[in-house]
């Protein structure tokens, strides 16, 4: 069962076929073609596996929440990542710690493998700050909304990488590699075919790794591309590989591939998860305007957390007590979500001036200054707290 | 016991400032859970669902089906603690839902972040100055200007009947004298929006600070911003309205003009929103004035003979129970014109890129109604005899003048008359009823002195206008057309030969 419908596109040819290494109805792939791949999730004990399956669940929790508070005015906005936990988990877990990770605004289920709190993710969508996090503390950039424009910083980080000998060493506490995520929409944006063209011939160690979730907004892949994507790879002479983005353990295979070949200085590896955003662009979206019922349900039957609990239960490794417990860290989860959001206040107005400059600059200093005078010549006592 | 929280309709999108409600998901007395959906509101973007932020009981239904509302608005109160009494607080105070706001730990209340609901009492910015004399504002307008609950519940400031007449009330407020025109503080009016107390009024720093400048008082400006913020825009707005307010110098010059009109702040205006009845046919005349090229054709034509077949046939013991009228001899004529003539009874497919002839005739009635313009049609007309259709005439009109046109009445219309005539004026240009490629007006039936028979008589006259689609209506085809109606009307008996 591979009918994936990748795209719109004219005729795939078999290669275009994603890796696979579970079916959408739960069960293992096991070929000639995919046995370098299967090698690689040999590794991953039950234990492994559960916790592959408890990441997954708990962002698709965090997501619902998340989407309540922002419909309950809560948040701004908020951008839900619904049916993409495969993708983003599978990538994530393959991630060493030293490993540097550029997301795009939807990378709540990488974040949760990066060891950020979920809940400081919507400190962005409520409008507190720039980001509820320290890039340096998890390796993981903070949410870039320029669409693409942090595959070029995620190439620069990555040749920075290089320079400081971080690559190649044979030392594997060492060598690092750097991620960059973004959807086929980026891939429209000149700063993708960029960053393609700088790391391909700096042999940068980045893994660019593009969520083919089908529609960027309302714009479907087949408005973007005439070929499959993964096929622009190798135009800027970048190995690529398509995969089933709705497998976590194709994903997670395909990545550790191409971190690998990445920190042994073997250069950058496109990788297009095929998967499907089954909810709006962003909570601003209707996406009922765009798409036929007919293609969500085709895609609701492929969903990666389903597929894989379906797996699990198959393999026995799953039974109503580890669900249980599951569903107890979930509802815990979904409550603190919910508690920290509203618990969150208002940052002081000079704290804007904060992180302008990383030492303190001379310029600044006297803008805040000057803010400070001119907040105090208001006959208003007090701040803008509420 | 109860503790009644209110969700305010949020910002479902980016920047939207409305939602209209599609339907309740829940009802009075219904237990819900957090993140339960409860309603379905559509916005400018999209249709969407909203889930509960509290678990609990429905205390109350704010906001009806089929309304606009603001986003900011209460639309929903459920009690997060139903042992105890049932009844909401209708009258509770500000005070009080803030306390129990905070009871919950949510100090911004349902409210969205950076645009926030203005709630009576959430003193969001004190002013320094406010125990004293207000500070740039010689005008003290704030004390006795009626403050109005978020979901409509008038209450008073406490400081008003301290001593103070109500001089700032709408309509019991003396005139401005003509010393003080062109100053802002010189009175308010206040049947936009009335505001909540000075404390409440929020602004951004610097527009508080430009009004301070322009000696303007910030509670006396009707806020346009998000979540009733007063903008720079509201503030410069109400500056420039300063100087014309002056003018507004009579007794009940600032009052609406209608009932559902709203003054603009420099009294002088009366705005009313656009929707139903109004809105729909602004729709279609937009849409069909600039889709169709109209042409339009006169013809003045001698009616003195219809007026004769009126007065008869008015006598007849067949139309005894009906009315005969010059508009329903126009309609048969029109028909017995459109069977010589089909090809303009006909519309434009622009999306199949083909014409669609009409193999019947559903011959619309335009009806001016206490509620605006409709234009039901008489569902196969060219069936009809005289006297069917004279009772067709009858039952539209009367059915669009109770206001119960239903959708269907009005849909499928083939070509429409429209009797300008009734108000008293000669002809106009109609415009297209939007899929229909012809409409007949008729004007007033005058006595004119005419040349009949090679003398100067005196004759009933009346003007013909036919506004066709130029798209598939050649100018021929449409004056072939009018001038078969006016053989009809000038010689009823011709109505025989075409019959």
Known sequence: MTDLRPSRQAASTPDDTPLQLVTPDGTFVASDDNARYRARIGHLDSEDLRNLYRDMVLVRRFDTEATSLQRQGELALYAPLLGQEAAQVGSGRALAPQDMAFPSYREHGVAHTRGLDMPHILQLFRGIDHGGWDPAEHNFHLYTLVIGSHALHATGYAMGVQRDGLVGTGDRTKDTAVITYFGDGATSQGDVSEALGFAAVNEAPLVLFCQNNQWAISVPTSTQTKVPLYQRGAGFGVPSIRVDGNDVLACYAATSEALDRARSGGGPTFIEAVTYRMGAHTTSDDPTRYRTAEEEQHWRDRDPVERFRTLLVTEELWDEGHAADLEAQADELGERVRSYVKGLGRPASASMFDHVYATDHSLVTEDREWFADYEASFTDTQGGAR | ?499
């Open chain 2, 1 to 499: 016991m109860p503790t009644f929280e209110r969700f305010n309709l949020p910002d479902a999108g980016e920047g939207l400032t409305e939602a209209e409600i599609v339907s309740w998901h829940v009802a009075v007395g219904d237990t819900v859970t957090v993140n339960q959906a409860i309603v379905e509101v559509e916005t400018a973007k999209s249709l969407v669902e909203l889930p509960s932020p509290y678990g609990g009981v429905v205390a109350e239904i704010l906001t009806e089906v089929g309304t606009v509302v603001e986003v900011g608005t209460p639309i929903i109160v459920i009690d997060t603690d139903p042992d105890g009494e049932a009844a909401p607080q209708r009258d509770d105070s500000a005070g009080g839902s803030e306390s129990t706001a905070g009871d919950e730990g949510s100090e911004s209340g349902s409210v969205l972040v950076g645009y926030g609901v203005a709630t009576p009492g959430t003193a969001r910015r004190a002013r320094r100055a406010s125990a004293g004399a207000p500070v740039a504002t010689p005008a003290p307008t704030g004390g006795s200007t009626p403050v109005e609950e978020p979901h409509g519940v008038p209450v008073t400031t406490p400081d008003q009947g301290v001593g103070t007449p109500l001089a700032g009330a709408p309509g019991i407020e003396p005139q401005a004298s003509p010393a003080s025109v062109g100053k802002p503080q010189m009175r308010s009016v206040t049947q936009v929006a009335p505001r909540p107390g000075t404390l409440a009024v929020r602004a951004k720093p610097p527009v508080r600070k430009l009004a301070r400048d322009l000696g303007i008082d910030l509670s006396s400006i009707h806020p346009t911003g998000p979540g009733g913020i007063v903008t720079r825009e509201d503030v410069l707005a109400y500056s420039a309205q300063a100087e014309p307010k002056g003018l507004a110098t009579y007794v009940d010059d600032d009052a609406p003009w209608l009932a559902s009109g709203q003054v603009s702040s420099d009294g002088r205006q009366t705005r009313v929103p656009v929707k139903s009845v109004r809105k729909r046919t602004a729709e279609a005349m937009v849409s069909s004035a600039f889709t169709a090229p109209h042409v339009t054709v006169f013809h003045t034509v001698d009616v003195t003979r219809t007026m004769r077949l009126v007065e008869r046939l008015r006598t007849d013991k067949e139309f005894t129970d009906v009315r005969v009228t010059p508009l329903l001899v126009t309609a048969k004529a029109l028909l017995l014109a459109v069977n010589r003539h089909p090809e303009i009874n006909a519309s434009w497919d622009d999306a199949a890129q083909e014409i669609v002839y009409k193999h019947y005739v559903n011959l619309g009635i335009a009806a001016s109604t206490p509620r605006g313009l409709v234009v039901p049609n008489i569902k196969d007309a060219h069936r009809l005899g005289l006297k069917g259709l004279a009772q067709g005439i009858a039952d539209l009109t009367a059915t669009a003048r109770a206001g119960r046109t239903t959708p269907t009445d009005m849909s499928d219309g083939t070509i429409t008359i429209t009797n300008v005539g009734v108000f008293g004026i000669d002809t106009g240009t109609p415009i297209l009823n939007p899929g229909e490629s012809a409409i007949l007006a008729m004007g007033a039936i005058r006595e004119q002195p005419w040349v009949h028979k090679g003398k100067i008589k005196k004759r009933h006259v009346t003007q013909l206008a036919l506004s066709f689609d130029h798209r598939l209506v050649d100018g021929a085809l449409g004056a072939r057309l009018l001038s078969d109606v006016a053989a009809v009307l000038e010689e009823p008996a011709q109505g025989l030969v075409w019959g």
